[in-house]
Antibody, heavy 125, light 105 residues
Framework: EVQLVESGGGLVQPGGSLRLSCAAS????????MSWVRQAPGKGLEWVSA????????YYADSVKGRFTISRDNSKNTLYLQMNSLRAEDTAVYYC??????????????????WGQGTLVTVSS | DIQMTQSPSSLSASVGDRVTITCRAS??????LAWYQQKPGKAPKLLLY???RLESGVPSRFSGSGSGTDYTLTISSLQPEDFATYYC???????FGGGTKVEIK
């Protein structure tokens, strides 16, 4: 059974930093790309970042580029999101998700077949 | 980036009703579309991918169709457990639609 368990959320002041973790089990972690998706209170879903199975390729939404860093430790089956220079608008539940990467007409894309339960990040003074 | 417009943003329906939700992409996406269900306080759950392929374990009352820029999610006979918010998502640059909240009439 695939399980994704996030941790590391909490209250942080604007300009501060936080590192989220996602512990994965039930599948061959290193074989799959992974993503972080967030949801602000009462709002819709926003993809944040993705990383390839090897960790060699990373992708970011424009809203977090230069502030957030995605990484993974395949020996520990764990995904991370380092969040720096946090802003009030980063307040959200952060979900990790297992990617299904699909190539259509030579163009790669992704959807998300498993999700963690989420961890809440609150940026406030 | 490809933008997704989902409609309606909310709807009220009764148990047993047929419900249709629409998602329109700003350009053709070649059936590269997924649908998710989210209940309050829970993570999203994948329902369909490739526009019309049902994820394992998802009831057959859920179906998807469409092509080019226009796609639909249909619930053939709404059940009490189907009251939730539904999101579409295109595979490229991964933006989600704005969501459709299905409420009890």
């Amino acid at each position: 059974e695939v399980q994704l368990v996030e941790s590391g959320g909490g209250l942080v002041q604007p300009g501060g930093s936080l590192r989220l973790s996602c512990a994965a089990s039930g599948f061959t972690f290193s074989s799959y790309a992974m993503s972080w998706v967030r949801q602000a209170p009462g709002k819709g879903l926003e993809w944040v970042s993705a990383i390839s199975g090897s960790g060699g390729s990373t992708y970011y939404a424009d809203s977090v580029k230069g502030r957030f860093t995605i990484s993974r430790d395949n020996s520990k089956n764990t995904l991370y999101l380092q969040m720096n220079s946090l802003r009030a608008e980063d307040t959200a539940v952060y979900y990790c998700a297992k990617d299904e990467v699909v190539v259509v007409a030579a163009t790669p894309g992704r959807y998300f077949d498993y999700w963690g339960q989420g961890t809440l990040v609150t940026v406030s003074s | 980036d490809i933008q997704m417009t989902q409609s309606p943003s909310s709807l009220s329906a009764s148990v047993g009703d047929r419900v249709t939700i629409t998602c329109r992409a700003s350009q053709g996406i070649s059936n590269s579309l997924a649908w998710y269900q989210q209940k309050p306080g829970k993570a999203p759950k994948l329902l369909l991918y490739a526009a019309s392929r049902l994820e394992s374990g998802v009831p057959s009352r859920f179906s998807g169709s469409g092509s080019g820029t226009d796609y639909t999610l249909t619930i053939s006979s709404l059940q009490p457990e189907d009251f939730a918010t539904y999101y579409c998502q295109q595979y490229y640059s991964t933006p989600f639609g704005g969501g459709t909240k299905v409420e009890i009439k």
